[in-house]
RNA sequence: GGAGAGUUGGCCGAGUGGUCGAAGGCGCACGCCUGGAAAGUGUGUAUGCUCCAAAAGGGCAUCGAGGGUUCGAAUCCCUCACUCUCCGCCA
């Protein structure tokens, strides 16, 4: 959520970010009644506010004049105080109401994308930041896409997983089930290697961390929810790592935060089924290293691109072929100021996989998470947040299955080999 | 899951209806003292919103969260969350 000074102050640029979401000119009109909400809001609230000052300050005479012994005339002053009691009452209420409804048209206002974000609508529209670099793969006519691989190497059981739990939910077995193991090691030592500290999270949450960092109320249809505990499945280890950070205040030499975690991710993803949601390549349940970072404003963007760079070490160490898009207006995540996406080429699907969203949230979560930080001069001001997918593991394995696979077996990337304790499948 | 006890500022801890944003201590910051340090000593030390052009300085709110009683609530009542102890269950 943004805050209403950004908004004020931004104005013509959130209107221009706004546009390039594709957001039409009636919609755009939210962020000044924004502005029209937040000044009533003052204004009511400067004179509750005098209002209760007055009646704190007859309470006291009135506790004054009890112990003086003059009853009746503080008998008399409460009348009084009842009648601007009564006032401040309707001022409560309507500041409530006007507050509740500022708050719920900043929910609904996106975070301001970053000048770089091109415009555009889908996916299509998206920039090529850093295209592959070399020729593609090209396999052979007999190469099988990988649920086929998983199924003639036994790796991964795609109808068990469907009988135990449902469909979308794949059982990982033998050197399948290894090799999720040894990616998991290896993303996880390569994040401590880049000082990230490690974590080993909540899967659940409540819904005070869900809403700070923007998957509550924009994302509640994509979230497994328990109902009887009132919690919800993560999405992604985002929503438990960063919340770490919530209700901070810290020093400005605590910068950079570095955090790294593996988690499940838990996806309804309802709707989504056909081909190109097939095997690995959407599920409902999938393991993935995340990585956080808190960063000071200044910086945000530089460790934006170091974030990026790491994502891109690790799918070279991997031997995948890459490519890296700069989200357009329309495709960048509600709560995202600019976002990179990781494909990779899934040789035998003969298509583009997203593996890695790396993003910079700015002040837009921070702002919910209320988290802080002092400048030199003890001043407060909001941190930025940047996460960053390193990586999605489901969708490495679809690939790495079917881009190393040979005539007699499947090669593992060299990287893997002392996490496997063994070169091919 | 059952029974009981708790939750106060960065930390410890006092406060059971009025002047309490909150005693005292510790910590921290700055100063004095010192050749330097320790000890001692003085001052300061929450967050959000808001008024003011700004600073200075006001005002409002916040003592786990939300609601209620009252002219007035950290203090009384209700609901919820969390922590601790005992019992039960258990990887």
Redo the contacts with the bound molecule.
Sequence with gaps: MLQVKIIEDHLDEIKESLKKRNWGDTDISVVEKIIDL?TKR??V??E???E??K??????E???L??SGKKDEAVAL?DE??KI?LKSEEQDALLTQITSELENNLLSVPNKLHPSVPAGSSEEDNEIYKPHQGDLPVLSENALPHWELAEKYNLIDFKLGAFIAGSGFPLFRGKGSRLQRALISYFLDEASNAGYEEIVPPLLVNEDSARATGQLPDKEGQMYYVERDDLYLIPTAEVPITNIMRDQ?IEESDFPIKFTGYTPCFRREAGSYGAHVKGLNRVHQFDKVEIVQIEHPDKSYDTLHDMVAHVEHLLNSLKLPYRILRLCGGDTGFTSALTFDFEVYSAAQKRWLEVSSVSNFETFQANRLKL?Y?DGDGK?HLAHTLNGSALALARIIACILENYQTEDGIKMPEVLVKYLGFDKI
């Design positions: 937040n003052k204004a609230q400067t509750l506010d005098q209760k000052a009646l704190n300050q007859l309470s006291s009135i506790g004054n009890f112990k409460k105080v009842a009691k205040i802080r002092k407060k």
